[in-house]
């Protein structure tokens, strides 16, 4: 179907736990496990899930930031890479493709060069891929700033001048330097200020409808993806649990650990308040997942079955998957 632009097939990622004097490989931290889905051009995709469940690790690994473990990319008609079939893109294709594919990082502070003024951090890529010429691409970084609510003049400041929001603006303006088709958000507003968290996020949603970009959108934070996705994927553990359409996850949420997630979410009344579903225990280390279904050890409805054998992601209603025994 030529209006999917991304497939994910069977994406893992595993790090090495190296120890002792010769860094011997003593295990793996499994933080993808064997993920697969698609987009379709124009969709905000949401992946979500608590802290170290594998959502950022994801969306570098599908910007080939980070090596698969394994499974297959493909992004707007070009492998990426297919980790079975040993197959990588050239470098040189791959060069060209990074402008389509591009990143916000969470932490405004870390992802910009204290030592380079703002003008050349937006103007830099413009002017390594040949978009422009110098002073053409400073022109362009003015144009970007604007359109992300900046001041022009800022072009000669340095990052430390600015607060987190308006560094994170500086970070969207440098992300769409390069005319990009896919954007990977990685947690953009979760290091904001609160008073700035929805003027950033009005302004992404309003930048992605403008320029009809292809979103992944990375969040801890359920009331942001139910307000900005079309789609959910929730993750435990670094595999999905649950895929469906915002509007079907939010009405009939249906693997437990979905429930648990959104009862977790303020509510109007005080008796809606006590609806809240408890977690039991912390989450295992995906350096040694449980057996059978990753959420066992934490489950309300667990059965016997389901410390055996692994839950596949199936479909319950069209559009809606859940990994579970029960659903
Ligand atoms: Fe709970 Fe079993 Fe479903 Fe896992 S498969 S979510 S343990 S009921």
Redesign the pocket.
């Known amino acids: 179907m030529d209006d999917i632009i991304l497939e994910v097939n069977g994406l893992s990622k595993n790090f090495p736990i190296r120890k002792g004097i010769f860094s011997r490989t003593v295990g793996y931290v499994r933080a993808v496990s064997d993920v697969s889905f698609s987009m379709r051009r124009g969709e905000i995709f949401g992946l979500v899930g608590e802290s170290g469940c594998g959502k950022s690790t994801t969306g570098r690994t599908i910007l080939n930031l980070l090596t698969p473990s394994a499974g297959s990319v493909v992004f707007n008609g070009h492998e990426l890479f297919n980790v079975e079939r040993k197959r990588r893109i050239d470098p040189t294709e791959m060069r060209g493709l990074r402008k389509e594919m591009q990143i916000i990082f969470q932490d405004p502070y870390a992802s910009l060069d204290p030592r380079m003024n703002v003008g050349a951090i937006i103007s830099e890529g413009m002017v390594k891929h040949g978009m422009y010429r110098r002073a053409e691409a400073l022109e362009r970084a003015k144009e970007l700033l604007e359109l992300c609510e900046m001041p022009a003049a800022s072009i000669h400041k340095y990052p430390h001048e600015f607060s987190g929001g308006q560094r994170q603006r500086i970070g969207i303006a440098r992300a769409l330097a390069l005319e990009p088709s896919f954007i990977v958000g990685d947690e953009p507003i979760a290091a904001l200020d609160v008073s700035v968290q929805a003027q950033v996020l009005m302004l992404l949603q309003d930048l992605i409808a403008k320029l009809s970009l292809t979103t992944l959108f990375i969040s801890h934070d359920l009331g942001v993806v139910r307000y900005f996705c079309d789609r959910i994927g929730v993750m435990y553990l670094g595999s999905f649990?649950e895929m469906a359409d915002s509007e079907a996850l939010f009405a009939r949420p249906a693997?437990?650990?979905t429930q648990a997630l959104l009862s977790s979410m303020p509510k109007n009344t005080p008796d809606e308040q006590k609806q809240k579903i408890i977690l039991e225990g912390d989450v295992p280390s995906p350096a040694n997942p449980p057996s059978?279904?990753?959420?066992?050890t934490r489950?309300?409805?667990?059965?016997e079955?389901?410390?055996q054998q692994t839950?596949l992601l199936r479909e319950i209603e069209p559009g809606h998957c859940v990994?579970?025994?029960?659903?």
Do not use: D, E, M, T
């Open positions: 649990v693997h437990p650990y059978g279904c990753r959420f066992h489950c309300r409805c667990r059965q079955i389901c410390s839950p990994a579970c025994h029960l659903a």
